[in-house]
């Protein structure tokens, strides 16, 4: 007969860092994701918002307003690690762009890169609108 008291303890051994990785790799991408629909949700507000404005400056303003909004605690995103670009497209002058980058660095995932493979730590994410007004 063999002695069986230590193979669960074996198992664990064997089987435990593949499932610690795992789920880091699941806390990790749960992050990203969730910033990722963020951002591309403030930009789509943003752009939706500049569709009052009747002037350029005033669709900037307006786009950036809606942008510190969204970005006030208790966001995922800190509106200091978020850019914000905003223009006219350059094929049609009646389409409006906001577009957010964001370092995706700060949400500590980055120490994660050498364990499991992570996407590009920099969000960029754009939205469109057809302007309104006369």
Request: positive net charge.
């Amino acid at each position: 007969m063999r002695c069986n008291a230590g193979a669960s303890a074996v198992e664990f051994a064997l089987v435990s860092p593949i499932l610690i990785v795992m789920l880091f790799g699941i806390i990790a991408y749960g992050l990203y994701f969730a910033a990722a629909h963020s951002l591309q949700q403030i930009a789509a507000e943003a752009a939706r918002a500049s569709v009052a404005g009747l002037s350029d400056a005033e669709r900037r303003e307006l786009a950036r307003r809606s942008v510190s909004l969204a970005l006030a605690p208790p966001s995922l995103l800190r509106a200091e690690h978020v850019t914000l670009q905003f223009g006219t497209d350059a094929a049609d002058p009646y389409v409006y762009i906001v577009s957010l980058s964001f370092d995706a660095r700060v949400l500590g995932i980055a120490p994660l890169a050498e364990i499991i493979p992570v996407p590009n730590l920099v969000l960029t994410k754009s939205a469109r609108v057809r302007r309104g007004g006369l």
